[in-house]
């Protein structure tokens, strides 16, 4: 089966005489406004106008909640369920809205059609539509999600299996110190660059006096002494509060797990700062640097730094070499340090939350123990094999 079809999803509409563009939700033929203006040049809806979405979607179409035989279940009614059911797990508003396109996204080509329809033919068609192999598996693995939560509240008894792509390759590209010293530069030293709209230098292009980067600066170092993930570094704080993650600046243990939040397979223990960390945070505070969270813009929490760190590596010209250089580079940077420095792998692993399989199999060969005892005893052999050797008289020619 092709496209199954196109659910309600929202269209930027364009700017008509005396109105300017803004969301609407496209319905088939119907056309329902959001009251929200899309801004110049704005690619993707706001948050509320996705709210606004799935409020819609909830609204116009109550899936039944009771047993009925997979050919007359819609996925639409699969995908909705789960949506109502999980959505408020996701305590940050970045998840939320991830999960609701991801969700927006499965309900536009599956949405019509049956769940016993399902067939590994209609996944590879949604890859291929998708032209993107990574996120298509996720959007799947969410689509699995669905149905086996469907199938957990009895709402099915059918076993339906969702074939996923193959993984793609894990990423491997870390920071080496030279180019670690010199991103953190770019972050401290750029300046934000402006053109001049008016008078004689017109056109030309000035540097102002704004460090539109030191806040990545900030973030930078948390994410290479600590190896935390990229939200918990973004929501650390100084201070207890829910939603946050807490920074004991007096003890010097980070609580990287946020307060309310529960621990899921993603491992945030507490771990001690250290030492040369600790000083620059207490630095922060005591200086009135940051004033709520310790990676802030304009006084404010941030909720990703993905803009601003590859604006970051474009300045610093990292991407010039192998593999690209993302936040979560900076994690793999921490844990291939402390292989190389030779820390205790249990120690390691629970220091950056990971499983110590996990740390060795994909770590493990930056350590300087690394299979040494092999390459040693195979010298050794050779050493005995050397020595045992008979030696044969030379013969001194007559004189």
């Known amino acids: 089966m092709s496209n199954a079809g196109k659910g309600p999803r929202l269209w930027k509409k364009p700017a008509q005489a005396g109105r300017q563009a803004h969301w ?106 998708r032209g993107n192999q990574g996120g298509a598996r996720r959007d799947l693995e969410n689509l699995r999600a669905a149905i086996n939560h469907h199938a957990d509240q009895n709402l099915h008894h059918a076993v339906i299996k969702v074939k996923l792509p193959p993984k793609g390759a894990p990423r491997e590209r870390w920071l080496d110190r030279s180019e670690a010293a010199r991103l953190l530069w770019a972050c401290w030293r750029h300046r934000e660059v402006q053109t001049i709209h008016r008078g004689r230098h017109k056109g030309e292009k000035v540097q102002t006096a704004k460090y539109t980067l030191r806040h990545v600066a900030r973030f930078m170092l948390i994410g290479l002494y600590t190896g935390t993930r990229a939200a918990a570094i973004a929501a650390a704080s100084p201070r207890r509060e829910h939603g946050r993650a807490f920074v004991d600046l007096n003890a010097g243990i980070f609580y990287r797990l946020m307060i309310g939040k529960r621990a899921t397979n993603k491992r945030q223990p507490p771990a001690p700062l250290p030492p040369r960390l600790l000083a620059h945070m207490r630095r922060w505070e005591r200086k009135k640097i940051i004033a709520h969270c310790f990676v802030e813009w304009h006084g404010q929490p941030v909720k990703s730094v993905k803009n601003a760190f590859k604006r970051a590596v474009e300045v610093a010209k990292l991407d010039l070499t192998d593999g690209n250089v993302t936040p979560h580079t900076l994690r793999h940077t921490a844990a291939t340090w402390l292989m190389q420095r030779g820390a205790d792998p249990w120690e390691a692993a629970g220091f950056l939350g990971m499983s110590v399989k996990v740390l060795i199999d994909t770590y493990g060969h930056h350590h300087p123990d690394y299979m040494r005892g092999a390459a040693f005893a195979i010298t050794q052999k050779d050493r005995v094999e050397s020595t045992t050797k008979v030696r044969t008289p030379s013969v001194r020619k007559a004189s």
Request: glycine content about 4%.
């Open 24 to 129: 609407v939700v496209k319905d088939g033929p119907k056309r329902i406004a959001t009251g929200f203006v899309a801004k110049p040049f704005e690619l993707h809806p706001p948050k509320e106008a996705e709210e606004f979405l799935a409020n819609y979607i909830a609204s116009k179409h109550a899936p039944e909640r009771k047993l009925r035989d997979v050919d007359h279940i819609p996925i639409a009614d699969v995908l909705a369920i789960y949506h109502t059911d999980r959505r408020d797990g996701f305590e940050d508003q970045i998840q939320q809205r991830r999960f609701d396109a991801s969700i927006n996204r499965l309900n536009d080509f599956f949405g019509l059609c049956m769940l016993g329809e399902m067939q590994e033919s209609l996944t590879k068609q949604f890859v291929k539509k």
